[in-house]
């Protein structure tokens, strides 16, 4: 078993900003081909991809948030954080951390953190 | 309204077989681009179930597998057992959004 686990605020404004931070064992994100990601499901819906780093840093992330998330990730740590700002709402959700694999073009999320529920209110 | 499309609710009795499908694009499951399958019960994370269309990771039974057809793919599960009512997604990567997509959620129901 690989344990993730996300830490960070369960209650944020709107407009403030959100910094979510996983922390995860049993490997490296200098492994070819992992990645560590985040995957949010709002209360009774889907589940929506957010963000993705790379082992080689390569970073990626859901059109719909535009340009109001950032991955980053510490290796030495072995942690990944997520910050994004102008919350809303709407952002309202459960926030997985999740581990990514490569297989020949598509990734699949093998480990999944219990997640952690952000609610944006005032 | 997700990229991939998944049927709301199916439903079988114990024993049975059942199938959930997942429709994309060619932008998605039609470009080449791999299905994967999650297993998500109430209140907890989703699970991998079937990775790179067919493939089950270690510990997942035979009873579930993945097939992938032109712009679909679809997730058997036989000798439904009550413990398998759950939520179930499919995911895949679309080219045109760069990035990773889900179906909206299957939810299955045993009788």
């Known amino acids: 078993q690989i344990p993730l686990k996300e830490s960070g605020p369960t209650l944020v404004k709107p407009t403030q900003t959100l910094t979510l931070t996983c922390t995860f064992s049993?490997?490296?994100?200098?492994?070819?081909?992992?990645?560590v990601g985040w995957v949010r499901q709002p209360p009774g819906k889907a589940l929506e991809w957010v963000a993705l780093?790379?082992?080689?840093?390569?970073?990626r992330y859901s059109p719909s948030l535009k340009s109001r998330a950032t991955i980053t990730k510490d290796t030495s740590k072995n942690q990944v954080v997520l910050t994004v700002n102008n919350m809303d709402p709407v952002d309202t959700a459960t926030y997985f951390c999740?581990?990514?694999?490569?297989?020949?073009?598509?990734?699949?999320?093998?480990?999944w953190g219990q997640g952690v529920l952000v609610t944006v209110s005032s | 309204q997700s990229v991939l499309t998944q049927p709301p609710s199916v439903s079988g009795a114990p024993g049975q077989r059942v199938t959930i499908s997942c429709t994309g694009s060619?932008?998605?499951?039609?470009?080449?681009?791999?299905v994967n399958w999650y297993r998500q019960l109430p209140g907890t994370a989703p699970k991998l179930l079937i990775y790179?269309?067919?493939n089950r990771p270690s510990g997942v039974p035979d009873r579930f597998s993945g097939s992938k057809s032109g712009t679909s793919a679809s997730l058997a599960i036989t000798g439904l057992q009550v413990e398998d009512e759950a939520d179930y997604y499919c995911?895949?990567?679309?080219?045109?959004?760069?990035?990773?997509?889900f179906g909206g959620g299957t939810m299955l129901t045993v009788l």
């Open positions: 999740v581990r990514s694999q490569e297989h020949f073009i598509t990734n699949f999320f093998d480990y």
């Open positions: 049993g490997f490296s994100l200098t492994t070819i081909g992992v990645g």
């Open positions: 780093i790379y082992w080689d840093d390569d970073k």
């Open positions: 060619g932008s998605n499951i039609g470009a080449g681009y791999a």
């Open positions: 790179g269309n067919k």
């Open positions: 995911q895949s990567f679309d080219n045109m959004l760069t990035g990773e997509v």
